[in-house]
């Protein structure tokens, strides 16, 4: 079966919903006919300020909603990040033939070091997406199934990659990022020319996976749209309402079209209601299996750690051949 790989940061205590529809949703049906590998990013987490009490029960949750959300931990290698100690030595092989520039180019980092200042930004948070490069290269993964804003890291990848092989030999495969176009980017509620974001600075445009059903309803009720009050998909006069429309389809898995159609000449308000009942019943049973799997820590522990073994395999042996090809001198 090909490889796949992705990832999410265990950042916040729930994922929110443009993690679920760029992302899980997608992983779900690929599990199926790849041999995935999904980590709880715990090294990338760590890249900003995080408080330690609460990243490790983040971690543990994010893992869980991973669960929840149909992630089969029998089937993918479901693990965190930092029980596989591959990830960082090979990000620091890769560190050396990573331009200063090139990393400095990276969108992510400098909106995040902008709004940080250079001296809040930490040196973590500029290698991040050679870290990332290092968890998928390790597993020769063929395939990254992202969100959008995460393609220009799978390129540095593709790059770092071609660039250590054609330096070192022929080491890594070369992977190529998954993007659903319809999906790959979820607005803020509030604010829908902004990405929804477990980091953003208001909550109120933000849905949360694990938040109370009737907290989610709300918000759908209040969402930003427009005044001229036709259901109509229009990315750029309509953003509120097309953003509803784009997970409106996806979660009750219809055409944007028969959604138009089922709600000609009826208001916004109709609309949404439809909507925060497809949501509140999507995100209803996913809360309540993550509650259920948070109750066994021990269970959930256990795991995490059976998978973190299969992942290790994988990951020593191509660790293990990149040293040796940039020559460091192995032990006997
Ligand atoms: P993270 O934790 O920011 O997001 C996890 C996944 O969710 C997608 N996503 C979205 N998709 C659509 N609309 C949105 N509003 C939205 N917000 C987030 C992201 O694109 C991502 O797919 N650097 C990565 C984690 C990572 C990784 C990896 C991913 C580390 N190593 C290796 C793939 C392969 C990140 O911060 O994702």
Partial sequence: ?????????????????????????????????????????????????????ALREQTRRTAAQYIAAGIDPSQSTLYVQ??????????????????????????????????????ATSVGLFAYPVLMAADILL??????????DQRQHVELTRD???????????????????????????????????????SAESHAGVIWMLDEPSVNAKKIMRAVTDTDGVVAF????????????????????RSVDSLEDEYAGRGYGDFKKGLAEVVVSTFGPIRERTLALLDDPAELDRILAVNAGRASEVAEVTLAKAYDRVGLLRPV
């Fill in 1 to 53: 079966l090909p490889r796949l790989y992705s990832g999410m940061q265990p950042s916040a205590d729930s994922l929110q919903i443009g993690n679920y529809i760029g992302a899980l949703l997608q992983w779900k049906e690929l599990q199926r006919d790849h041999d995935a590998f999904f980590s709880v990013v715990d090294l990338h987490a760590i890249t900003v300020p995080q408080d330690p009490h």
């Fill in 82 to 119: 930092s029980h596989v100690p591959a990830h960082a030595e090979l990000a620091w092989v890769l560190n050396t033939i990573t331009g200063f520039g090139e990393a400095a180019r990276m969108t992510q980092f400098k909106d995040k070091s902008a709004k940080q200042g250079t001296d």
């Fill in 139 to 148: 597993y020769d993964a063929e395939i990254v199934p992202v969100g959008d």
């Fill in 160 to 198: 770092l990659a071609a660039r250590f092989n054609s330096r070192f030999g022929d080491t890594f495969v070369i992977p190529e990022a998954m993007i659903l176009k319809e999906t790959a980017k979820i607005y803020d509620l509030q604010n829908p020319t902004a990405k929804m974001s477990k």
């Fill in 234 to 253: 229009d990315r750029e006069n309509k953003p509120g309402i097309s953003n509803l429309l784009t997970i409106y389809s996806v979660l009750a898995d």
